[in-house]
């Protein structure tokens, strides 16, 4: 470690993490006049550079509105009232629009996280990138600091408050002494091999395709980009899988009538993720908190990731604001029940999506009958297409 400091910031807020949730929490933090500074590992262009999935909740669009970032996703994003569960050649629509009165909005966590940046450049804001080393000090006292390296040269920032913003691989959930808190995980014996092709999507709303061969979605960005998921071995790797091997495992999944209309065509990005749902508890620790994947994973199933990050990004924002402007530390006191509360319902959701539409390893024949008994019964009962409906649009904050 070279010479300690040479150079020292002080801040309200430091914020590690330039993903999402802490874009979205140095934006929200702004508006109300509340400083904060940005550390992100990472060069700009990297964390644009991945792709993740697209589906706003109606929080997520409020809060991007509140920090004056919606404009685009208003003008680019699709706004859909509903979408499409199928089993074998069974599909049924399950309407938002009816069930909730509110749609949810299709725009890519690229595009939102790209305007987050150009808000946080226009109003100034410090972001530091390709940070290393980065230590936490002092969380649980009155003056916490975080200390990192920074083109060789060792920095610190002086802080009231530090939000652990740094996803799942990030230093701040480990600030949390072991003794202190509880890790709560399920891994699924499958993952999600995905695809991005230039081609128009196959049907204007999403469709989730539980089938023999196994889970697909069929999902979009715009008018001529689509994006495609289907279930795949741990064991598989992208490279196992060519660009027709893929559309024809797509076209086996989904209903004949869909299939038939696919249009197929190179993929321009091809990878698989692992499904896992993940939870730490607390969610703060002294004056450090964690927001969004740091302290949470979802299976991507319910499209939950952000719009839970986002949830966390509320609690604190408002626990802060409160803070600072009246005194009242009660926000900050209840951030982590607050936080957990509605996190652990989105956990519940998606572990329940992902458990209906998708085929297990293990699956017995009774299992089998457990899902298709589960999918005509939403299929057939209005109140069990609420239910789905109100956990899909997004639950209360
Ligand atoms: N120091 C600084 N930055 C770090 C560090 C570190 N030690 N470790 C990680 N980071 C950065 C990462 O490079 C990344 O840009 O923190 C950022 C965390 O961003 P995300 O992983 O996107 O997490 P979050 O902002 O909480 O967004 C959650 O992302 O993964 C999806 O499905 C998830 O949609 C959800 C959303
Ligand atoms: C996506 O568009 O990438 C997407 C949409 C819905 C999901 C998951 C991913 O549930």
Same mark, same amino acid.
């Given at each position: ?12 807020? =430091? ?17 109300? +006049? &509340? ?18 999935? +697209? ?8 809060? @991007?509105? %509140? ?12 706004? *859909?009232?509903? $979408?499409?569960?199928?089993? +074998? ?12 009165? $509110? ?58 408050? &530090? ?45 989730? =395709? ?11 960005? #715009? ?26 495992? @797509? ?10 209309? @696919? ?5 321009? %990005?091809?990878?698989? =993720? ?6 730490? =508890? ?13 302290? /949470? &994973? ?15 990004? *509320?609690?604190? /924002? ?13 926000? &900050? ?34 299992? @089998? ?7 005509? /019964?939403?299929?057939? #009962? ?8 109100? #956990? ?6």
């Amino acid at each position: 470690m070279g010479p300690v400091e040479e150079c020292c910031v002080k801040t309200q807020v =430091a914020i590690i993490g330039g993903g999402p949730s802490g874009l979205l929490l140095a934006q929200l933090l702004q508006t109300r +006049g &509340i400083d904060s500074v940005v550390l992100e590992r990472k060069t700009k262009a990297h964390v644009l550079s991945r792709i993740r999935a +697209g589906v706003l909740e109606r929080g997520l669009v409020g809060l @991007l509105e %509140e920090a004056g970032c919606a404009d685009r996703l208003h003008a680019e994003g699709f706004t *859909h009232d509903g $979408t499409l569960l199928s089993y +074998g050649d069974e599909m049924f629509r399950v309407d938002f629009a009816a069930h909730t009165g $509110t749609p949810v909005v299709v725009y890519g966590q690229t595009e939102v996280t790209r305007d987050l940046y150009a808000a946080r450049e226009a109003s100034g804001g410090p972001i530091a990138f390709e940070v290393e080393d980065v230590r936490i000090e002092g969380a649980d006292g009155p003056t916490p600091s975080v200390i990192y390296s920074q083109g060789g040269q060792m920095r610190r920032v002086d802080c009231d408050f &530090i939000a652990g913003c740094d996803g799942f691989h990030g230093v701040s959930r480990q600030a949390i002494p072991l003794d202190q808190r509880q890790e709560y995980e399920k891994v699924y014996p499958f993952g999600w091999l995905g695809i991005l092709s230039e081609t128009p999507p196959v049907n204007d709303e999403l469709i989730y =395709a539980n089938s023999e061969r196994g889970f697909a979605l069929c999902s979009m960005r #715009n008018a001529n980009l689509s994006r495609y998921y289907i279930q795949c071995s741990l064991s598989d790797s992208p490279e196992d899988w060519t660009d027709e091997g893929f559309w024809e495992e @797509l076209k086996r999944r989904i209903p004949a009538d869909q299939a038939a209309k @696919l249009v197929t065509g190179p993929s321009i %990005e091809k990878s698989i =993720a692992p499904l896992r749902s993940f939870v730490c =508890a607390p969610m703060r620790w002294g004056r450090l908190f964690l927001c969004g994947d740091a302290a /949470h &994973i979802v299976p991507p199933t319910g499209a939950k990731g952000l719009n839970t990050a986002a949830s966390d990004v *509320h609690y604190l /924002h408002r626990a802060l604001t409160r803070f600072y402007e009246t005194g009242e530390s009660d926000g &900050i006191e209840s951030y982590s029940t607050d936080a957990l509360a509605r996190v652990w319902k989105t956990q519940r959701f998606s572990w329940w999506f992902s458990s209906l539409m998708h085929r297990y390893p293990d699956q017995s024949a009774f299992d @089998l009958h457990m899902q298709v008994a589960e999918l005509e /019964h939403l299929r057939s #009962n209005q109140a069990a297409q609420k239910a789905m409906a109100e #956990n899909y649009v997004g639950l209360p904050y």
